[in-house]
């Protein structure tokens, strides 16, 4: 996975009737605490990065867990991606009240969902699965903290393997229908292209402060959420080892 993959990308995240680049979506990507942060499936990192821990340090493919394998796929509705959509929308809007309208119509307008799957195909991630979605998001929240710019599939593909076991040992992730995965799915793939797309921008301007505040960003959701530091997570052929 390509870090500044979004650099390309950027240029038509935000096509609203007056100019703009992805520097809109700067102010977001920033935030410490990002839309839908406190949702169940983020503190399950922590059992993302035992699965290492407990295989040995060997890459494993997603297992079943009490014979049950994850079910990591959900039917898309697009009611549920509106209603996803619009509620990032006013987390954005009250972020950044300044370019309020301009976040809402860019938000609105623009097929980021899509954007998400353009970036993330060519490591056999897509739509449709809530695994596929935390990958994407931890491995490039873990790439803007070490300022990581290349991740190869077989790694990615390793951590998608750890985040459908955890997952998968999840009683109220087992209980959750279409509906649910997809909203959680979909928060992950929106934060992903606001906080991906800040950064490329910060870096194709050179803007060492702001991709300094963008990384630090990114480290501080793995202290929030799991209390490690993420310049000290290593990203192994089997996926994220503990320190």
Do not use: C
């Not at 623009?110 to 596929?132: F, M, N, P, T, Y």
């Amino acid at each position: 996975m390509k870090r500044t993959g979004f650099a390309a990308l950027a240029v038509g995240v935000v096509l609203t009737a007056r100019p703009a680049t992805a520097q809109d979506f700067s102010s977001i990507g920033s935030q410490y605490i990002d839309y839908g942060a406190s949702m169940m499936a983020v503190g399950q990192l922590n059992n993302v990065l035992g699965s290492t821990d407990r295989s040995g340090g060997r890459a494993e493919a997603a297992s079943p867990v009490n014979g049950a394998p994850a079910d990591t796929g959900y039917r898309a509705s697009p009611e549920v991606s509106a209603r996803v959509r619009t509620r990032f929308a006013d987390f954005a809007a009250k972020a950044d009240p300044a370019n309020a309208e301009r976040l809402r119509e860019a938000i609105r307008r623009q097929d980021l969902l899509g954007l998400w799957e353009k970036h993330v195909s060519i490591d056999g991630l897509r739509r449709g699965d809530v695994a596929d979605a935390m990958t994407a998001y931890w491995v490039q929240n873990w790439q803007m903290a070490t300022r990581t710019s290349f991740v190869d599939r077989a790694r990615v593909r390793a951590v998608r393997g750890q985040v459908a076991r955890a997952l998968a040992s999840n009683p109220d992730f087992k209980h959750l229908g279409d509906a649910g995965k997809q909203e959680m799915a979909e928060t992950f793939m929106l934060n992903f292209v606001v906080q991906g797309s800040a950064y490329s921008d910060a870096m194709t301007r050179r803007d060492a402060g702001l991709a300094e505040r963008l990384s630090e960003a990114a480290a501080a959701r793995f202290r929030r959420e799991v209390n490690i530091d993420a310049r000290q997570l290593k990203l192994t052929p089997a996926g994220f080892a503990r320190p």
